[in-house]
């Protein structure tokens, strides 16, 4: 399986290759090219990911959220809702490394069959980094009016996490 998974990139770009030649294509011409036109879209989108990430780095580094999960601590206490898994669903939207990060702990703490690690696995493949999509990809293209997109976003990403704090504890 690994050697399978170390070719498939070389095999792919051969491919290309093969298939221009085919159609009589200049691959390397068309190959730079692109990269030439990709610059203008990279500098677009550096300013709206600089943003993001110097306000997740702010919003993580003043502890924040630390405060935020010891005021509600009692409210989830009370819905039989575990702490644990609670950064992972407030920091998912905001960014999918750090989201793996955190999922990272709990694996290193509890073990990967655990049910806190089950749980925060299944909210981190069902939530999005809405904020991050937002951010980026809106801000790319020049959408100011995100208002309707972040509240559809931010409500799908809470549906997946009350899902999974319903249906996960039905099945492990």
Same mark, same amino acid.
């Given at each position: 399986?690994?050697?399978?998974?170390?070719?498939?990139? @070389?095999?792919? #770009?051969?491919?290309?290759?093969? &298939? =221009?030649?085919?159609?009589?294509?200049?691959?390397?011409?068309?190959?730079?090219?692109? /990269?030439?036109?990709? %610059?203008?879209?990279?500098?677009?989108?550096?300013?709206?990911?600089?943003?993001?990430? $110097? =306000?997740?780095?702010?919003? *993580?580094?003043?502890?924040?959220?630390?405060?935020? $999960?010891?005021?509600?601590? +009692?409210? $989830? !206490?009370?819905?039989?809702? @575990?702490?644990?898994?609670? +950064?992972?669903? #407030?920091?998912? @939207? %905001?960014? =999918?490394?750090? =989201?793996?990060?955190?999922?990272?702990?709990?694996?290193?703490?509890?073990?990967?069959?655990? !049910?806190?690690?089950?749980?925060?696995?299944?909210?981190?493949?069902?939530?999005?980094? *809405? %904020? !991050?999509?937002?951010?980026? !990809?809106?801000?790319?293209?020049?959408?100011?009016?995100?208002? &309707?997109?972040?509240?559809?976003?931010?409500? /799908?990403?809470? #549906?997946?996490?009350?899902?999974?704090?319903?249906? #996960?504890? %039905? $099945?492990?």
């Amino acid at each position: 399986m690994k050697l399978l998974s170390n070719l498939f990139i @070389p095999v792919l #770009v051969l491919t290309v290759i093969i &298939y =221009g030649a085919k159609k009589k294509i200049n691959v390397y011409d068309s190959f730079v090219e692109g /990269a030439k036109e990709s %610059l203008p879209m990279i500098l677009n989108m550096f300013p709206p990911l600089l943003a993001m990430i $110097f =306000g997740i780095n702010i919003f *993580t580094s003043s502890g924040i959220i630390d405060e935020i $999960f010891q005021f509600l601590k +009692p409210i $989830f !206490y009370l819905v039989n809702v @575990p702490l644990e898994v609670l +950064p992972i669903a #407030v920091m998912r @939207p %905001l960014s =999918g490394s750090f =989201g793996l990060a955190l999922l990272n702990d709990i694996y290193t703490l509890h073990g990967a069959d655990h !049910y806190l690690s089950i749980l925060a696995s299944i909210i981190q493949g069902s939530s999005d980094t *809405t %904020l !991050y999509i937002i951010t980026l !990809y809106f801000g790319t293209i020049g959408i100011k009016k995100i208002k &309707y997109a972040l509240w559809a976003g931010l409500l /799908a990403d809470l #549906v997946t996490v009350i899902l999974s704090l319903i249906i #996960v504890p %039905l $099945f492990f």
